[in-house]
Nanobody, 114 residues
Framework: QVRLVESGGGWVQAGGSLRLSCEAS????????MSWYRQAPGKQRELVAS???????TYADSVKGRFTMTRDNAKNTVYLQMNSLKPEDTAVYLC????????WGQGTQVTVSS
């Protein structure tokens, strides 16, 4: 069992930045991938960024060039640096760790005002 805790969400004006963190309760080494998703009201959950084990980070087209996902294995933490935020980035952001099953955090709200 793995517990994931997200933090760093909040309110920001358009053009601003936020950095989200997701800390795992155990080592992330050996897992298949870690990812960030987001879900806005009335919309489907959307994959934002993903780091596969031993692979390159991938991003949704809507965030390429603005968001950067990194991981710190020593801290069991992944980050999502979000720059040039837009109102359409407003959503609950969730991190997930893919092993034989998928583990999800509780999410953190990001609100971007115009």
């Amino acid at each position: 069992q793995v517990r994931l805790v997200e933090s760093g969400g909040g309110w920001v004006q358009a053009g601003g930045s936020l950095r989200l963190s997701c800390e795992a309760s155990r080592s992330m080494l050996g897992f298949k991938a870690m990812s960030w998703y987001r879900q806005a009201p009335g919309k489907q959950r959307e994959l934002v960024a993903s780091i596969p084990a031993g692979g390159r980070t991938t991003y949704a087209d809507s965030v390429k060039g603005r968001f950067t996902m990194t991981r710190d294995n020593a801290k069991n933490t992944v980050y999502l640096q979000m720059n040039s935020l837009k109102p359409e980035d407003t959503a609950v952001y969730l991190c997930t760790l893919q092993a034989s099953v998928a583990y999800w955090g509780q999410g953190t709200q990001v609100t971007v005002s115009s």
